[in-house]
């Protein structure tokens, strides 16, 4: 069970924060009494924290929507300050510990994504105070989340979007870029609950009482059952955006929900995180779809090596669920079903072997190989 705590600074914190017009009373104030850190509020009401998201519920839901996320209003320590190119971080559920509030005197966290601009792969570096944002990338990432959401208003878009319902500045609190540090809070599905939190659920279930042989075959079939339908959504998500001429180039497990259903029962995500929302670029689109399905893959990837690690699979079983990660999530892309996708790809044995190796070789797969033969 975690069990967070808030370090109280000597004196409330000062905000300049956009209306709170969408929530009832309580739940403002009980986001108002967080974000200032006024001492009212409780921290055993928080069901989640890493890094700066926060998470507790809503006193009144918004329709689906359960649970309040607020980024950047303060650090929860899960021992990292860069996502230094890695795709997969398991944060242990033992972890506890308080949640310190911004701060003149935080320290930095580096933020590397790579797009496509003007043709060619470029790296975004951004570097923030720990535990928020600058001004300025708040404001981007507020804007770019109510471009996304009225995406999400079209009836045939495979995903939802967190409700962006503030953007909070603290006043006193440099951002050490000429602005101000700053929050966003979001209201969220299902608890907030992110995929990336089910690859523990894959080693509990390889347990010491199985033997080798066993083990494989529950976390084979524990995987099969969890990612291949949450890739296919992914697939139908990514191509979704393709078609409207839009790259999100996070698209990772750490940014989406687990397998959700809409209210006519059909499997939606929530997908997360829209700071590196950009126009798919006019120079290299190829390029930059390869980039952006690039990430899918290789978030999957690092999770296949974890159970490789973990459980020692043998390298034909590691094969069948890399290469049935690869189908399920192009046959979301591309609306065909796996084995249609098979013959018409008709790739060579060390092409499928390219699929879930290094992230240059499946970027050179996709642009030399897969996306042109779907696109034909």
């Known amino acids: 069970m975690k069990e967070y705590s808030l370090e109280i600074p000597e004196h409330e914190l000062a905000v300049e924060m956009l209306r709170l017009d969408p929530l009832g009373e309580a739940d403002q104030k009980r986001i108002l009494d967080f974000v200032t850190y006024n001492g009212n509020f409780d921290p055993s009401l928080i069901t989640n924290a890493v890094g700066r998201n926060i998470l507790f519920p809503f006193v009144e839901p918004i329709g689906s929507l359960d649970t309040v996320q607020i980024s950047g209003a303060g650090h929860f320590d899960f021992g990292t300050t860069d996502n230094d190119g890695g795709q997969v971080v398991l944060i242990p559920n033992s972890l506890n510990g308080p949640i310190r509030p911004p701060s003149k005197n935080s320290g930095r966290f580096t933020h590397t994504t790579t797009v496509v601009l003007e043709g060619k792969d470029t790296t975004i570096v951004q570097n923030s105070p720990l535990g928020s944002y ?5 404001r981007e990432k507020f804007t770019n989340s109510i471009r996304a959401t009225r995406l999400a208003t079209a009836a045939n878009c495979p995903f939802i979007v967190p409700l962006p319902i503030t953007r909070i500045h603290y006043q006193d609190i440099p951002d050490g870029q000429g602005g101000r540090q700053s929050a966003l809070v979001w209201g969220c599905p299902a608890k907030g609950a992110r995929a990336d939190g089910h690859v523990f659920a894959l080693f509990n279930h390889a347990t010491a009482n199985l033997d080798k042989k066993q083990q494989e075959d529950t976390v084979s079939k524990k995987f099969q059952t969890f990612f291949l339908p949450l890739l296919n959504a992914m697939g139908r998500s990514a191509r979704f955006l393709h078609q409207h001429g839009l790259c999100h180039y996070q698209m990772t ?20 995180d829209w700071e590196t929302l950009l126009p798919t670029d006019a120079i290299n689109p190829l390029l930059a779809r390869a980039y952006d399905l690039g990430g899918v893959l290789g978030t999957n990837s690092a999770v296949l090596g974890l159970i490789s690690e973990r459980v020692g699979m043998s390298p034909e079983s590691l094969f069948t669920l890399g290469y049935n990660s690869f189908l399920h999530f192009l046959s979301g892309y591309t609306g065909e079903d796996p084995n249609s996708l098979h013959t018409n790809l008709n790739l060579t044995q060390n ?7 290094s992230p240059h070789k499946v970027l050179d797969l996709l642009v030399d190989t897969v996306l042109p033969r779907i696109d034909r």
């Open 134 to 138: 600058t001004e300025q990338a708040a």
């Open 253 to 272: 497990y750490g940014n989406i929900s687990p397998l959700l259903r809409d209210r006519h029962g059909r499997p939606k995500i929530c997908l997360y």
């Open 351 to 357: 092409e499928i072997f390219q699929s879930f190796e």
